[in-house]
Protein backbone atom coordinates (compact mmCIF):
# COMPACT_ATOMS: atom_id res chain seq x y z
CA UNK A 1 0.00 0.00 0.00
CA UNK A 2 1.48 3.37 -1.22
CA UNK A 3 0.14 6.70 -0.06
CA UNK A 4 0.95 10.25 0.69
CA UNK A 5 1.68 11.02 4.53
CA UNK A 6 2.52 15.13 5.39
CA UNK A 7 4.37 15.09 8.94
CA UNK A 8 3.61 18.23 10.62
CA UNK A 9 6.35 18.98 13.28
CA UNK A 10 8.78 21.94 14.45
CA UNK A 11 11.33 19.80 15.90
CA UNK A 12 13.80 18.37 12.45
CA UNK A 13 14.72 15.37 14.54
CA UNK A 14 11.14 14.08 15.21
CA UNK A 15 10.24 15.00 11.53
CA UNK A 16 13.12 13.01 10.22
CA UNK A 17 12.80 9.91 12.33
CA UNK A 18 9.07 9.28 11.43
CA UNK A 19 10.09 9.76 7.51
CA UNK A 20 12.60 7.14 8.02
CA UNK A 21 10.04 5.04 9.27
CA UNK A 22 7.55 5.41 6.49
CA UNK A 23 9.92 5.76 3.93
CA UNK A 24 11.28 2.06 4.92
CA UNK A 25 7.63 1.57 4.34
CA UNK A 26 7.17 2.77 0.56
CA UNK A 27 5.33 6.59 1.49
CA UNK A 28 5.42 9.39 0.17
CA UNK A 29 6.36 11.91 2.83
CA UNK A 30 6.34 15.76 2.73
CA UNK A 31 6.59 17.72 6.18
CA UNK A 32 5.91 21.47 7.27
CA UNK A 33 7.28 22.65 10.26
CA UNK A 34 4.17 24.84 11.26
CA UNK A 35 0.39 25.35 11.24
CA UNK A 36 0.18 27.85 8.24
CA UNK A 37 2.49 26.36 6.20
CA UNK A 38 0.89 22.44 7.02
CA UNK A 39 -2.31 24.08 5.56
CA UNK A 40 -1.48 25.00 2.60
CA UNK A 41 0.86 21.97 1.95
CA UNK A 42 -2.13 20.15 2.40
CA UNK A 43 -4.64 22.07 0.08
CA UNK A 44 -2.50 21.67 -2.80
CA UNK A 45 -0.67 18.40 -2.13
CA UNK A 46 -3.68 16.43 -1.01
CA UNK A 47 -1.73 14.17 1.16
CA UNK A 48 -3.71 10.65 2.13
CA UNK A 49 -2.82 11.25 5.82
CA UNK A 50 -1.89 13.76 8.21
CA UNK A 51 0.39 13.45 11.29
CA UNK A 52 0.20 16.61 13.47
CA UNK A 53 2.17 17.58 16.10
CA UNK A 54 0.21 19.42 19.02
CA UNK A 55 2.74 21.24 20.58
CA UNK A 56 3.97 24.00 17.95
CA UNK A 57 5.07 27.81 17.89
CA UNK A 58 1.93 30.16 17.13
CA UNK A 59 -1.17 28.21 15.89
CA UNK A 60 -0.54 24.92 17.62
CA UNK A 61 -2.17 21.34 15.87
CA UNK A 62 -5.70 21.82 18.05
CA UNK A 63 -6.16 25.14 15.90
CA UNK A 64 -4.43 23.76 12.56
CA UNK A 65 -6.51 20.76 12.84
CA UNK A 66 -9.45 22.68 13.41
CA UNK A 67 -8.66 24.83 10.06
CA UNK A 68 -8.09 21.48 8.11
CA UNK A 69 -11.42 20.00 8.94
CA UNK A 70 -13.62 23.42 8.05
CA UNK A 71 -11.45 23.69 4.72
CA UNK A 72 -13.42 21.46 1.93
CA UNK A 73 -10.42 21.35 0.29
CA UNK A 74 -9.15 19.37 3.04
CA UNK A 75 -11.65 17.95 5.55
CA UNK A 76 -11.79 14.74 3.69
CA UNK A 77 -7.85 14.06 5.13
CA UNK A 78 -7.48 11.67 7.99
CA UNK A 79 -5.10 13.37 10.81
CA UNK A 80 -3.66 11.86 13.23
CA UNK A 81 -2.14 14.01 16.28
CA UNK A 82 1.19 13.26 17.89
CA UNK A 83 2.25 14.70 20.88
CA UNK A 84 4.17 14.35 24.35
CA UNK A 85 1.65 15.25 26.22
CA UNK A 86 -0.72 12.32 27.41
CA UNK A 87 -3.69 13.01 29.53
CA UNK A 88 -7.01 12.13 28.50
CA UNK A 89 -8.10 16.15 28.23
CA UNK A 90 -5.67 16.83 25.74
CA UNK A 91 -6.86 13.46 23.43
CA UNK A 92 -10.26 14.72 23.73
CA UNK A 93 -9.68 18.37 22.98
CA UNK A 94 -8.43 17.07 19.57
CA UNK A 95 -10.50 14.68 18.57
CA UNK A 96 -13.34 17.19 19.51
CA UNK A 97 -11.08 19.67 17.13
CA UNK A 98 -11.88 16.68 14.23
CA UNK A 99 -9.03 14.68 14.59
CA UNK A 100 -9.06 10.23 13.51
CA UNK A 101 -6.52 9.59 16.31
CA UNK A 102 -4.50 10.95 18.79
CA UNK A 103 -0.75 9.18 19.60
CA UNK A 104 1.54 9.92 22.23
CA UNK A 105 5.24 10.16 21.89
CA UNK A 106 7.40 8.58 21.83
CA UNK A 107 5.06 6.73 19.04
CA UNK A 108 5.44 2.89 18.97
CA UNK A 109 6.40 1.93 15.20
CA UNK A 110 3.27 -1.08 15.03
CA UNK A 111 0.78 1.01 16.61
CA UNK A 112 1.64 4.19 14.24
CA UNK A 113 1.30 1.58 10.84
CA UNK A 114 -1.68 0.02 12.28
CA UNK A 115 -3.08 3.87 12.39
CA UNK A 116 -1.63 4.46 8.85
CA UNK A 117 -2.80 1.97 7.17
CA UNK A 118 -5.97 1.97 8.69
CA UNK A 119 -7.20 5.34 8.06
CA UNK A 120 -5.50 5.38 4.22
CA UNK A 121 -7.82 2.30 3.33
CA UNK A 122 -10.21 4.31 4.86
CA UNK A 123 -9.69 7.21 2.88
CA UNK A 124 -9.17 6.10 -0.50
CA UNK A 125 -12.56 4.35 0.22
CA UNK A 126 -14.06 8.01 0.67
CA UNK A 127 -12.16 9.43 -1.89
CA UNK A 128 -14.04 7.09 -4.67
CA UNK A 129 -17.58 8.07 -3.53
CA UNK A 130 -16.40 11.63 -3.18
CA UNK A 131 -14.95 11.43 -6.84
CA UNK A 132 -18.23 10.04 -8.00
CA UNK A 133 -20.23 12.56 -6.00
CA UNK A 134 -17.99 15.05 -7.60
CA UNK A 135 -19.07 13.55 -10.88
CA UNK A 136 -22.45 13.52 -10.56
CA UNK A 137 -22.07 17.28 -9.63
CA UNK A 138 -20.69 18.09 -12.68
CA UNK A 139 -23.36 16.13 -14.74
CA UNK A 140 -25.72 18.62 -13.29
CA UNK A 141 -27.84 15.89 -11.27
CA UNK A 142 -27.24 16.21 -8.01
CA UNK A 143 -28.05 19.04 -5.30
CA UNK A 144 -25.18 21.05 -3.49
CA UNK A 145 -23.18 19.21 -0.37
CA UNK A 146 -24.99 19.23 2.80
CA UNK A 147 -23.99 20.08 5.94
CA UNK A 148 -22.15 17.29 8.10
CA UNK A 149 -24.54 14.60 9.64
CA UNK A 150 -26.24 15.16 13.59
CA UNK A 151 -25.04 11.98 15.01
CA UNK A 152 -27.80 12.08 17.55
CA UNK A 153 -30.46 9.18 16.97
CA UNK A 154 -27.48 6.60 15.17
CA UNK A 155 -27.98 3.31 16.63
CA UNK A 156 -25.04 1.73 18.45
CA UNK A 157 -24.67 -2.24 19.85
CA UNK A 158 -22.87 -2.73 22.79
CA UNK A 159 -20.79 -6.60 22.94
CA UNK A 160 -19.57 -7.06 26.39
CA UNK A 161 -20.40 -9.65 28.36
CA UNK A 162 -19.75 -7.76 31.32
CA UNK A 163 -22.75 -5.92 32.97
CA UNK A 164 -20.86 -2.91 34.94
CA UNK A 165 -18.46 -2.21 31.86
CA UNK A 166 -21.40 -2.50 29.32
CA UNK A 167 -23.67 -0.57 31.36
CA UNK A 168 -20.77 2.74 31.64
CA UNK A 169 -20.58 2.55 27.86
CA UNK A 170 -24.12 3.11 27.13
CA UNK A 171 -24.68 5.69 29.72
CA UNK A 172 -21.60 7.37 28.38
CA UNK A 173 -23.31 7.39 24.74
CA UNK A 174 -26.28 7.88 25.77
CA UNK A 175 -25.53 11.56 26.65
CA UNK A 176 -24.12 11.89 22.73
CA UNK A 177 -27.90 11.19 22.01
CA UNK A 178 -27.22 7.83 20.81
CA UNK A 179 -29.59 4.34 21.27
CA UNK A 180 -27.77 1.67 22.11
CA UNK A 181 -28.17 -1.87 22.10
CA UNK A 182 -26.36 -4.51 23.75
CA UNK A 183 -25.38 -8.02 23.06
CA UNK A 184 -23.53 -10.50 25.43
CA UNK A 185 -21.93 -12.78 22.88
CA UNK A 186 -21.91 -13.39 18.87
CA UNK A 187 -25.12 -15.18 18.96
CA UNK A 188 -27.21 -12.39 20.11
CA UNK A 189 -25.26 -9.67 18.81
CA UNK A 190 -25.35 -11.38 14.65
CA UNK A 191 -29.44 -11.22 15.96
CA UNK A 192 -29.27 -7.95 16.82
CA UNK A 193 -27.94 -6.25 13.56
CA UNK A 194 -29.41 -8.52 11.58
CA UNK A 195 -32.53 -6.71 13.33
CA UNK A 196 -31.72 -3.53 13.41
CA UNK A 197 -29.79 -1.08 11.28
CA UNK A 198 -26.48 -0.52 13.31
CA UNK A 199 -23.67 3.03 12.64
CA UNK A 200 -21.76 1.74 15.12
CA UNK A 201 -20.13 -1.47 17.21
CA UNK A 202 -18.54 -1.47 20.42
CA UNK A 203 -17.03 -4.55 21.25
CA UNK A 204 -14.28 -5.14 24.28
CA UNK A 205 -11.97 -7.49 24.43
CA UNK A 206 -12.31 -8.98 27.89
CA UNK A 207 -15.38 -10.69 26.81
CA UNK A 208 -14.33 -14.38 28.48
CA UNK A 209 -16.85 -17.41 26.78
CA UNK A 210 -15.47 -16.49 23.41
CA UNK A 211 -12.85 -14.87 21.21
CA UNK A 212 -13.66 -11.50 21.14
CA UNK A 213 -11.64 -10.94 17.81
CA UNK A 214 -13.31 -14.19 16.42
CA UNK A 215 -16.33 -12.34 16.77
CA UNK A 216 -15.67 -8.52 15.66
CA UNK A 217 -14.57 -10.50 12.38
CA UNK A 218 -17.89 -12.52 11.96
CA UNK A 219 -19.86 -8.95 11.95
CA UNK A 220 -17.67 -7.69 9.57
CA UNK A 221 -17.61 -10.40 7.17
CA UNK A 222 -21.68 -10.76 7.85
CA UNK A 223 -23.94 -8.67 4.93
CA UNK A 224 -25.90 -6.79 7.72
CA UNK A 225 -22.65 -5.12 9.21
CA UNK A 226 -19.28 -5.50 6.87
CA UNK A 227 -19.74 -1.71 6.62
CA UNK A 228 -20.52 -0.47 9.82
CA UNK A 229 -17.40 1.05 11.81
CA UNK A 230 -15.97 -1.00 14.80
CA UNK A 231 -14.44 0.28 17.96
CA UNK A 232 -12.56 -2.22 20.10
CA UNK A 233 -11.96 -1.81 24.15
CA UNK A 234 -9.54 -3.26 25.67
CA UNK A 235 -6.58 -2.86 28.45
CA UNK A 236 -2.93 -2.08 27.84
CA UNK A 237 -1.60 -5.54 28.01
CA UNK A 238 -3.69 -6.00 25.13
CA UNK A 239 -2.67 -3.94 22.63
CA UNK A 240 -1.00 -6.77 20.46
CA UNK A 241 -4.99 -8.27 20.50
CA UNK A 242 -5.86 -4.65 19.55
CA UNK A 243 -3.72 -4.27 16.31
CA UNK A 244 -4.63 -7.95 15.19
CA UNK A 245 -8.36 -6.68 15.21
CA UNK A 246 -7.48 -3.98 12.88
CA UNK A 247 -5.42 -6.18 10.59
CA UNK A 248 -9.10 -7.65 10.94
CA UNK A 249 -10.71 -4.78 9.94
CA UNK A 250 -11.91 -2.22 13.14
CA UNK A 251 -11.71 1.15 12.49
CA UNK A 252 -10.71 2.45 16.10
CA UNK A 253 -9.77 1.39 20.13
CA UNK A 254 -9.85 2.81 22.93
CA UNK A 255 -7.91 1.37 25.85
CA UNK A 256 -9.39 1.15 29.22
CA UNK A 257 -9.37 2.40 32.48
CA UNK A 258 -12.79 3.87 30.08
CA UNK A 259 -12.86 7.89 30.00
CA UNK A 260 -16.38 9.01 28.99
CA UNK A 261 -15.40 12.01 26.59
CA UNK A 262 -12.77 10.22 24.80
CA UNK A 263 -15.44 7.21 24.07
CA UNK A 264 -17.80 9.77 23.04
CA UNK A 265 -15.40 11.49 21.13
CA UNK A 266 -13.77 8.13 19.17
CA UNK A 267 -17.98 7.18 18.72
CA UNK A 268 -19.26 10.65 17.40
CA UNK A 269 -16.05 11.00 14.63
CA UNK A 270 -17.07 7.10 13.37
CA UNK A 271 -20.62 7.54 13.11
CA UNK A 272 -20.07 11.04 11.33
CA UNK A 273 -18.14 9.15 8.69
CA UNK A 274 -20.17 6.59 8.26
CA UNK A 275 -23.14 8.78 8.18
CA UNK A 276 -21.60 11.04 5.37
CA UNK A 277 -20.53 7.93 3.32
CA UNK A 278 -24.09 6.75 3.47
CA UNK A 279 -25.07 10.01 2.12
CA UNK A 280 -22.87 9.97 -0.44
CA UNK A 281 -23.66 5.99 -1.73
CA UNK A 282 -27.67 7.54 -1.50
CA UNK A 283 -27.17 10.80 -3.42
CA UNK A 284 -24.94 9.15 -5.80
CA UNK A 285 -27.35 5.87 -6.03
CA UNK A 286 -30.49 8.17 -6.78
CA UNK A 287 -28.92 10.80 -9.15
CA UNK A 288 -27.39 7.43 -11.56
CA UNK A 289 -30.36 5.89 -11.47
CA UNK A 290 -32.30 9.04 -12.90
CA UNK A 291 -29.39 9.42 -16.29
CA UNK A 292 -26.31 7.39 -16.54
CA UNK A 293 -27.17 3.88 -15.90
CA UNK A 294 -27.16 1.48 -18.46
CA UNK A 295 -30.93 -0.15 -18.72
CA UNK A 296 -29.99 -3.16 -19.86
CA UNK A 297 -27.12 -4.35 -17.42
CA UNK A 298 -27.63 -1.81 -14.68
CA UNK A 299 -23.91 -0.66 -14.80
CA UNK A 300 -22.79 3.07 -15.00
CA UNK A 301 -23.01 4.09 -18.81
CA UNK A 302 -20.36 5.39 -21.39
CA UNK A 303 -21.27 8.68 -20.46
CA UNK A 304 -20.65 8.55 -16.97
CA UNK A 305 -17.47 6.61 -17.32
CA UNK A 306 -16.22 9.41 -19.55
CA UNK A 307 -16.91 12.03 -16.91
CA UNK A 308 -15.94 9.60 -13.88
CA UNK A 309 -12.55 9.12 -15.65
CA UNK A 310 -12.11 12.62 -16.59
CA UNK A 311 -12.19 13.36 -13.21
CA UNK A 312 -9.71 11.13 -11.99
CA UNK A 313 -7.14 11.92 -14.59
CA UNK A 314 -8.07 15.96 -13.92
CA UNK A 315 -6.61 15.63 -9.92
CA UNK A 316 -3.71 16.97 -9.36
CA UNK A 317 -1.31 15.51 -8.63
CA UNK A 318 -2.63 12.67 -10.96
CA UNK A 319 -4.01 9.69 -9.17
CA UNK A 320 -2.81 5.84 -9.94
CA UNK A 321 -5.08 4.06 -11.26
CA UNK A 322 -5.37 0.95 -13.74
CA UNK A 323 -7.98 0.96 -16.50
CA UNK A 324 -9.15 -2.44 -18.19
CA UNK A 325 -11.89 -2.70 -21.45
CA UNK A 326 -13.53 -6.06 -21.60
CA UNK A 327 -14.88 -7.29 -25.26
CA UNK A 328 -17.04 -10.48 -25.23
CA UNK A 329 -15.78 -12.61 -27.67
CA UNK A 330 -17.42 -13.83 -30.54
CA UNK A 331 -20.78 -11.83 -29.19
CA UNK A 332 -22.00 -11.50 -32.81
CA UNK A 333 -22.81 -15.24 -33.52
CA UNK A 334 -24.62 -15.88 -30.28
CA UNK A 335 -26.84 -12.57 -31.76
CA UNK A 336 -26.94 -14.02 -34.95
CA UNK A 337 -27.35 -18.21 -33.97
CA UNK A 338 -29.79 -17.10 -31.41
CA UNK A 339 -31.30 -13.28 -31.72
CA UNK A 340 -30.75 -10.24 -29.99
CA UNK A 341 -32.85 -11.21 -27.01
CA UNK A 342 -30.34 -14.31 -26.16
CA UNK A 343 -27.79 -11.74 -26.61
CA UNK A 344 -29.10 -9.16 -23.88
CA UNK A 345 -29.10 -12.21 -21.77
CA UNK A 346 -25.44 -13.16 -22.41
CA UNK A 347 -24.75 -9.66 -21.84
CA UNK A 348 -26.41 -9.06 -18.40
CA UNK A 349 -25.01 -12.52 -17.03
CA UNK A 350 -21.36 -11.15 -17.63
CA UNK A 351 -22.56 -8.04 -16.48
CA UNK A 352 -22.91 -9.70 -13.03
CA UNK A 353 -19.98 -11.94 -13.12
CA UNK A 354 -17.70 -9.23 -13.38
CA UNK A 355 -19.65 -7.02 -10.86
CA UNK A 356 -19.65 -10.11 -8.06
CA UNK A 357 -15.47 -10.10 -8.92
CA UNK A 358 -14.18 -6.68 -8.53
CA UNK A 359 -13.39 -4.57 -5.26
CA UNK A 360 -16.06 -2.30 -3.51
CA UNK A 361 -14.38 1.08 -5.04
CA UNK A 362 -13.69 0.12 -8.24
CA UNK A 363 -15.77 1.29 -11.31
CA UNK A 364 -17.61 -1.02 -13.69
CA UNK A 365 -19.33 0.71 -16.77
CA UNK A 366 -20.93 -0.76 -19.71
CA UNK A 367 -18.61 0.95 -22.72
CA UNK A 368 -21.12 0.14 -25.29
CA UNK A 369 -21.96 -3.01 -27.34
CA UNK A 370 -20.40 -6.09 -25.73
CA UNK A 371 -17.78 -4.22 -24.70
CA UNK A 372 -17.17 -3.11 -20.90
CA UNK A 373 -14.64 -1.10 -18.61
CA UNK A 374 -13.47 -1.46 -15.36
CA UNK A 375 -11.55 1.42 -13.25
CA UNK A 376 -9.28 0.61 -10.65
CA UNK A 377 -7.84 3.43 -8.25
CA UNK A 378 -4.52 2.62 -6.82
CA UNK A 379 -3.62 -0.13 -9.04
CA UNK A 380 -0.26 -0.58 -10.86
CA UNK A 381 0.24 -3.10 -13.86
CA UNK A 382 0.95 -6.29 -11.58
CA UNK A 383 -2.19 -6.10 -9.65
CA UNK A 384 -4.41 -4.90 -12.62
CA UNK A 385 -3.35 -8.06 -14.65
CA UNK A 386 -3.84 -10.27 -11.70
CA UNK A 387 -7.20 -8.87 -11.61
CA UNK A 388 -8.01 -8.92 -15.25
CA UNK A 389 -6.86 -12.25 -15.03
CA UNK A 390 -9.46 -13.56 -12.58
CA UNK A 391 -12.68 -11.83 -13.94
CA UNK A 392 -11.44 -13.68 -17.81
CA UNK A 393 -11.61 -16.68 -16.15
CA UNK A 394 -14.87 -16.06 -13.90
CA UNK A 395 -16.67 -15.32 -16.85
CA UNK A 396 -15.11 -18.69 -19.11
CA UNK A 397 -17.01 -20.67 -16.05
CA UNK A 398 -20.01 -19.58 -16.77
CA UNK A 399 -22.14 -21.98 -18.95
CA UNK A 400 -23.43 -20.21 -21.57
CA UNK A 401 -26.27 -22.83 -22.17
CA UNK A 402 -28.65 -21.65 -18.95
CA UNK A 403 -27.69 -18.43 -20.16
CA UNK A 404 -29.26 -18.72 -23.24
CA UNK A 405 -32.44 -20.15 -21.84
CA UNK A 406 -31.53 -23.48 -23.10
CA UNK A 407 -31.15 -25.68 -19.69
CA UNK A 408 -31.49 -29.34 -21.63
CA UNK A 409 -29.13 -28.31 -23.99
CA UNK A 410 -25.61 -30.18 -22.96
CA UNK A 411 -22.21 -28.14 -23.13
CA UNK A 412 -20.83 -30.91 -25.62
CA UNK A 413 -23.90 -30.00 -28.19
CA UNK A 414 -23.61 -26.24 -27.61
CA UNK A 415 -19.88 -26.23 -29.61
CA UNK A 416 -19.29 -23.85 -32.42
CA UNK A 417 -21.70 -25.29 -34.99
CA UNK A 418 -24.62 -24.45 -32.58
CA UNK A 419 -22.71 -20.60 -32.41
CA UNK A 420 -22.59 -20.20 -36.16
CA UNK A 421 -19.64 -20.00 -35.95
CA UNK A 422 -16.83 -22.27 -38.01
CA UNK A 423 -15.65 -25.24 -36.90
CA UNK A 424 -11.66 -23.96 -36.66
CA UNK A 425 -12.77 -21.55 -33.77
CA UNK A 426 -12.14 -24.57 -31.65
CA UNK A 427 -11.17 -22.71 -28.22
CA UNK A 428 -14.75 -21.16 -28.16
CA UNK A 429 -16.37 -24.94 -28.73
CA UNK A 430 -14.40 -25.19 -25.16
CA UNK A 431 -15.05 -22.22 -24.06
CA UNK A 432 -18.54 -20.96 -25.30
CA UNK A 433 -18.29 -17.63 -23.65
CA UNK A 434 -15.44 -15.83 -23.00
CA UNK A 435 -13.44 -12.05 -23.00
CA UNK A 436 -11.00 -10.61 -24.05
CA UNK A 437 -9.37 -7.58 -22.09
CA UNK A 438 -6.93 -4.88 -22.47
CA UNK A 439 -5.24 -2.88 -19.60
CA UNK A 440 -4.08 0.49 -19.37
CA UNK A 441 -2.16 1.86 -16.40
CA UNK A 442 -2.22 5.97 -15.41
CA UNK A 443 1.41 7.25 -15.48
CA UNK A 444 3.51 4.54 -16.84
CA UNK A 445 1.01 4.01 -20.40
CA UNK A 446 -0.68 7.55 -20.37
CA UNK A 447 -1.44 10.55 -18.90
CA UNK A 448 -4.93 11.80 -19.78
CA UNK A 449 -8.08 9.84 -20.13
CA UNK A 450 -8.36 9.63 -23.56
CA UNK A 451 -4.74 8.13 -24.02
CA UNK A 452 -5.72 5.82 -20.62
CA UNK A 453 -8.70 4.07 -22.84
CA UNK A 454 -6.65 4.88 -26.41
CA UNK A 455 -4.02 2.18 -24.90
CA UNK A 456 -6.34 -0.02 -23.40
CA UNK A 457 -8.35 -0.13 -26.30
CA UNK A 458 -4.98 -1.00 -28.41
CA UNK A 459 -4.07 -3.85 -25.30
CA UNK A 460 -7.26 -5.18 -26.26
CA UNK A 461 -6.89 -5.65 -30.06
CA UNK A 462 -4.07 -7.22 -29.00
CA UNK A 463 -5.04 -9.68 -27.22
CA UNK A 464 -7.86 -10.88 -30.11
CA UNK A 465 -5.16 -11.13 -32.44
CA UNK A 466 -3.41 -13.29 -30.45
CA UNK A 467 -6.26 -15.61 -30.03
CA UNK A 468 -8.81 -14.24 -27.84
CA UNK A 469 -9.80 -14.98 -24.28
CA UNK A 470 -6.69 -13.55 -22.74
CA UNK A 471 -5.64 -10.36 -21.24
CA UNK A 472 -3.21 -8.03 -23.17
CA UNK A 473 -1.12 -5.53 -20.97
CA UNK A 474 -0.83 -2.05 -22.66
CA UNK A 475 3.03 -1.84 -22.42
CA UNK A 476 3.42 -5.82 -23.97
CA UNK A 477 1.38 -5.24 -26.60
CA UNK A 478 3.43 -1.86 -27.80
CA UNK A 479 6.58 -3.65 -27.25
CA UNK A 480 5.62 -6.32 -29.45
CA UNK A 481 4.56 -3.92 -31.55
CA UNK A 482 5.65 -0.23 -31.90
CA UNK A 483 3.52 1.20 -34.26
CA UNK A 484 0.22 0.42 -32.86
Same mark, same amino acid.
Given at each position: ??????????????????????????????? &??????????????????????????????????????????????????? $???????????????????????????????????????????????????????????????????????????????????????? &????????????????????????????????????? $?????????????????????????????????????????????????????????????????????????????????????????????????? $??????????????????????????????????????????????????????????? &????????????????????????????????????????????????????????????????????????????????? &???????????????????????????????????????
Amino acid at each position: MTARILIVDDIPANTRLLEAKLAAEYFQVAS &AREGAEALELARHWQPDLILLDVMMPGMDGFECCRRLKDDPATLHIPVVMV $TALGEATERVVGLDAGADDFLSKPVEYTTLMSRVRSLIRLKRMLDEWRARAETVRALGLSAQPLPPPSVSGARVLVVDDWDGEATTIR &AALAEEGLTCLRARDGIEAMALAAANPLDLIVVSLGI $TEEDPLALASGLRAADATHAVPQLLIGDIAERERLQRGFELGANDWLLLPLDPHELRARARNQIRRKLYQDRLRADLGEAIELAVTDPLTGLYNRRYL $TRHLQSLMDQSPPPHLALMLIDVDFFKAVNDAHGHAAGDRVLRAVAEVLRANIRAFDTL &ARYGGEEFVVIMPGAGPDQAAAAAERLRLAVAELPLAPVLGMPGLGMQALGTQALGMPAENTPMAAHPLTVSIGVGVSGQD &ADTAEELIAVSDGALYAAKRAGRNRVELARDALEADPAA
